[in-house]
């Protein structure tokens, strides 16, 4: 279990400001949870994934003293690039980076559920097509919907995901799950607030890919 | 028709070595070509090419005396990645950057040939399709196939293709290919010669993504 347990993400204080640094730290141990995903045509996802969190790093790093929370990001862009934003910069890569968080979020909470399709009850296409539909199908025209359910083809067994999980290692479903709740704790809320501040500021976009 | 012939290839030496900095300098124009076909899907096969190319020319830029040709760069890997050769570093980018360059030689020779499909004439899946069973197709496990047609699809028109190689200026479609013809000559020299240090280097592989 110590991909998840490995990188907590931290409770958030009362006022749900995102420490970037903490962020940026336990996300960027995400990209490595899309190579148990097997085939390579994951690597695509993943390196999309990893390019937004490069550009919030890139950002982050110019003045990691200005930037300490996430929301000191996006209202720095707002003030610097105020024709183009929110399509721009760091505020763009945690507009989608969010997306995929969630989806991450809701795949998990989902398995964590016991939802199922009880005529396969080895496989996760239910899982992660409630996953899709709630966290990015909006967002993608019919021809990456259409790239969506061809991938979905490419999705692994639940138990060879939950062993991936795990690292490796054989451990009881049950208890892959009970880490997959722990871990679901502080990872909801943080995704929660990224959603919260995008609307607070009116950040968000609805355009398709 | 300045994306195409701004960017010329140069005539290979009689040696055929492909000299690298004028090889990147050339290649570094093709990743904006996919921007010309549209929609976002095609985002990706950009950055995957790109990545080859920035793999390549981070190898060359740590000693540029040394790396004269590409050749120069293959052999040096050979020695010092025994093990894994030819499955690493700049060698597995070119190899893949190779094919990605030779789906764009046999889509761009077959529209100056005047292949296509009589019933819809300013469509250019054929030579598309075309281009990609020669290229392609064989290095990809049977989900990419499917997402291949898939994305296919989404491909332009051959007016508003031949008119996006032209930046966006009306030209007549015959002075188009001819400059396309023109252009083809040394790259497909170059993407040819490439292939035949891989054949006499035994540096191809043909696992499938
Ligand atoms: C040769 C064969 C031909 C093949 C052609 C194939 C083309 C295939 C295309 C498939 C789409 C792959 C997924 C990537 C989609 C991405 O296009 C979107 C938007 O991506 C964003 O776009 C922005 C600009 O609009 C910025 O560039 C962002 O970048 S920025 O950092 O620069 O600001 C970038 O992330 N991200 C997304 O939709 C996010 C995706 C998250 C995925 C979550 C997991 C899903 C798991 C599914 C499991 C079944
Ligand atoms: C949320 C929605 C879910 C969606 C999930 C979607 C997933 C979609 C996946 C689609 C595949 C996209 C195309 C990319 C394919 C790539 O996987 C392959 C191999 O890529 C190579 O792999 C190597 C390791 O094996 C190294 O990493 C190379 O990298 S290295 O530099 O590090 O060594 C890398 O280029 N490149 C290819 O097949 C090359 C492709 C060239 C394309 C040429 C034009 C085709 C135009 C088609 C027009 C119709």
Redesign the interface.
Known sequence: MSLLLDNQFIELPPDKAINTKLFLDAVSHIPSFFDCLG???FS?IK??IN?NIMKIKGVYLKDPAKYVSLQDIVEAEREAHAAEWPKVGATLALMWLKRGLRFIQILLQSLADGERDENNPNLIRVNVTKAYEQALKKYH?W??Q??FH??L??APYKSNFLKALSKGEEVKEEDCLINVRQFLVNYTATVDAIYEMYTNLNAELDYT?
Request: proline fraction near 6%.
């Open positions: 085939p390579n045509v695509v390196s999309d390019g025209g021809i990456v259409k790239i061809v991938a083809l490419a890919v």
